[in-house]
């Protein structure tokens, strides 16, 4: 794990992305410890061997159109096709918790509000795995290490994370510490995206009827641009798909 210290980093971006992004704000976080790289297959097994943790889905790769599960299996790939609940499962069984949004994204932007981990420049293979079909090894793409040394935060695998996907989240009383808002509360406000027509809002994926939980950093499968490290992705807590994963964190 690395140490990402005490203080103010800017989370957000007032310029390209989604509406869900903006705005461009402060928020000061507590030192926190997060997982130099995206937990491999061969660390879930041994959760799963322990009959702590849920085998992932074998299904997920076919159903998605990538070929067969065996392909995203080698021992240092990134573990994939699990649920949030099952992510936080082996996290705490780790030792450790799930990260926070605003505590993922400064990890991935450090203090001077880049745009990607390493900086500014657009992705490219050495940085990131992306743009393809298929995982690679954890840390195979040291060129994109972020501002304090973390790995893959950029593609391979969406990582899952604590809080509920609030669309409004930035514009909250808490937005200064990186909090969300209550289940009743982003549930009124996706009510209210709906009923004025802001589709797109919240990104590609429609606006949620549920309370939905983040996932952030892009996958093996995704667009360059969509690798920004202020994007922001939700799905069901019981989503079990081939491109996400998950790192985990701990209190400094």
């Known amino acids: 794990m690395?140490?990402?210290?005490?203080?103010?980093?800017?989370?957000?971006?007032?310029?390209?992305?989604?509406?869900?992004e903006r705005p461009a704000h402060e928020v000061t976080l507590a030192a926190f410890w997060l997982d130099k790289t995206e937990v491999t297959n061969e660390a879930y097994e041994?959760?799963?061997?322990?009959?702590?943790?849920?085998?992932?889905?074998?299904?997920?790769?076919?159903?998605?159109?990538?070929?067969g599960d065996e392909a995203f299996r080698a021992p240092k790939q990134?573990?994939?096709?699990?649920?949030?609940?099952?992510?936080?499962?082996?996290?705490q069984w780790m030792g450790k918790r799930l990260p926070r949004e605003a505590e993922w994204e400064k990890a991935a932007r450090g203090t001077d509000a880049r745009k990607y981990p390493w900086g500014n420049d657009s992705p490219d293979a050495t940085?990131?795995?992306?743009?393809?079909?298929?995982?690679?090894?954890?840390?195979?793409?040291?060129?994109?290490?972020?501002?304090?040394?973390?790995?893959?935060?950029?593609?391979?695998?969406?990582?899952?994370?604590?809080?509920?996907y609030d669309p409004y989240a930035y514009r909250?009383?808490?937005?200064?510490?990186g909090l969300p808002g209550s289940c009743e509360e982003v549930t009124a406000a996706q009510n209210e995206l709906r009923k004025k027509g802001q589709q797109g809002f919240t990104g590609s994926n429609p606006i949620p009827t549920e309370c939905e939980r983040n996932l952030r950093g892009g996958a093996f499968n995704y667009d360059g641009p969509g690798l920004r490290s202020s994007n922001r992705v939700h799905h069901p807590a019981s989503f079990r798909l081939i491109m996400s994963g998950v790192r985990c964190a701990k209190d400094g």
């Open 127 to 164: 940085r990131a795995v992306y743009a393809g079909s298929r995982t690679a090894e954890v840390g195979s793409r040291p060129a994109g290490a972020g501002p304090f040394g973390h790995l893959d935060m950029a593609g391979n695998v969406w990582e899952w994370l604590e809080d509920i």
């Open 2 to 20: 690395i140490l990402v210290p005490a203080g103010p980093f800017m989370m957000g971006a007032d310029r390209g992305g989604q509406e869900d």
């Open 46 to 67: 041994r959760c799963v061997a322990a009959q702590v943790c849920r085998p992932h889905d074998p299904k997920s790769s076919q159903l998605n159109k990538f070929g």
């Open 78 to 91: 990134p573990i994939s096709s699990i649920s949030w609940d099952e992510s936080k499962t082996y996290c």
């Open 172 to 177: 909250r009383a808490g937005a200064d510490r």
